[in-house]
């Protein structure tokens, strides 16, 4: 919900924004739902999930006084001029690419959209971390040529798949080049993958956000509404 929530955010209260990113975005909550019920079983109409979602809207409506019609930020970002680049897997079967093809074709502004391999829950690879170096280095700096360099040249650590990842403290200025910034490689002297190299935090192993298991979840849940049994997994 966060890419959709910077959508909505963005159109209706934050004409200002510099710039927005957002990963898997879908482009309306009503057309989400008829995805994952036809994704658990074909045989299914739209009639009847049109009636769900509309029994569904109403319980929501009642209780909470929103409406999840709202929700639907392919109509919402007309209005929407910061530049945007959207993120969404060409494999994702949660939330189907379409979703963010469709939004960018109605999107106000400048909108860019990335596909990069792999599913909804799969990480983002080092390039698609270079595309949203450029973009923000466009949309943010005055002179796009005089921000920070990041050189990796000459690290490769099995502890560090991607280098992107790391936290601010494990860059270090080049003294040759100032304006470039560098693995600090002292950090990884004796690193391993199964010992990293910053302490572990106890909460390591909680996955915020979605995941293959919630991703599973949902979808049999969603097909549970409708007695569907949830294709099993490949």
């Known amino acids: 919900m966060g890419a959709v929530t910077a959508l909505l955010y963005a159109a209706g209260k934050a004409p200002d924004a510099a710039a927005l990113i957002c990963d898997s975005p879908f482009a309306s909550i009503k057309r989400l739902c008829h995805d994952l019920v036809h994704k658990a079983s074909r ?26 019609y709202k929700v639907r930020p392919e109509r919402a970002v007309a209005t929407c001029k910061a530049p945007a680049l959207l993120v969404h897997a060409v494999n994702d079967d ?10 960018a074709k109605r999107y106000g502004g400048h909108c860019t959209v990335l596909h990069p391999f792999g599913n909804h829950n799969a990480k983002r690879t080092r390039d698609v971390f270079q595309a949203t170096e450029r973009f923000l280095a466009r949309a943010l700096l005055a002179d796009p040529d005089k921000q920070s360099a990041l050189d990796f040249d000459g690290f490769d650590h099995p502890a560090v798949p991607n280098p992107y990842l790391l936290p601010p403290w494990a860059f270090i200025s080049d003294d040759r080049h100032p304006d470039t910034l560098r693995v600090n490689a002292a950090l990884f002297d004796h690193a391993s993958p199964a010992r990293p190299p910053h302490p572990r ?18 979808e049999t849940a969603v097909a549970g509404l409708f007695g569907a049994a949830r294709p099993a997994a490949p």
């Open 43 to 68: 045989n299914v109409p739209d009639a009847a999930v049109t009636l769900a979602v509309r029994k569904i809207r109403r319980s929501v409506k009642y209780r909470t006084k929103f409406d999840i």
């Open 94 to 103: 949660f939330i189907r690419p379409e979703h963010s093809d469709d939004i």
């Open 201 to 218: 935090d106890p909460d390591a192993d909680f996955v915020s956000g979605m995941s293959d298991a919630r991703q599973k979840q949902t």
